[in-house]
């Protein structure tokens, strides 16, 4: 059964910056398609940023130029780099798998508050 651990949410003043970190286990991030998402209270889950196993990254419109996602493969984790931070980008930040087999995990979430 893979595990995703988030790390590194908190409480940051517009403006700031936050890296956030996803540590895979029973899952190989390399060859997996893996994404940060959030959902603000009242709001849908939405994607942020993905990267896939060849390393093609997408971003949503609202954080493009903000925030960076990137993967080491030999520590099997995730990031996602934060900078220019809005309080709109308040939100629980979930870290997502989905492997070639088509398993889909997910992470416990870390909360991201950005105080204007």
């Known amino acids: 059964q893979a595990q995703l651990v988030e790390s590194g949410g908190g409480l940051v003043q517009a403006g700031g910056s936050l890296r956030l970190s996803c540590a895979a286990s029973?899952?190989?991030?390399?060859?997996?398609?893996t994404g940060w998402y959030r959902q603000a209270p009242g709001n849908e889950r939405e994607m942020v940023a993905t990267?896939?196993?060849?390393?093609?990254?997408v971003y949503a419109d609202s954080v493009k130029g903000r925030f960076t996602i990137w993967r080491d493969n030999d520590l099997n984790t995730v990031y996602l780099q934060m900078n220019s931070l809005k309080p709109d980008d308040t939100a629980v930040y979930y870290c997502?798998?989905?492997?070639?087999?088509?398993?889909?995990?997910w992470g416990q979430g870390t909360q991201v508050t950005v105080s204007s």
């Open positions: 997502d798998a989905r492997s070639r087999a088509g398993y889909h995990y």
């Open positions: 029973g899952i190989t991030l390399s060859r997996a398609t």
């Open positions: 990267v896939g196993s060849g390393g093609i990254r």
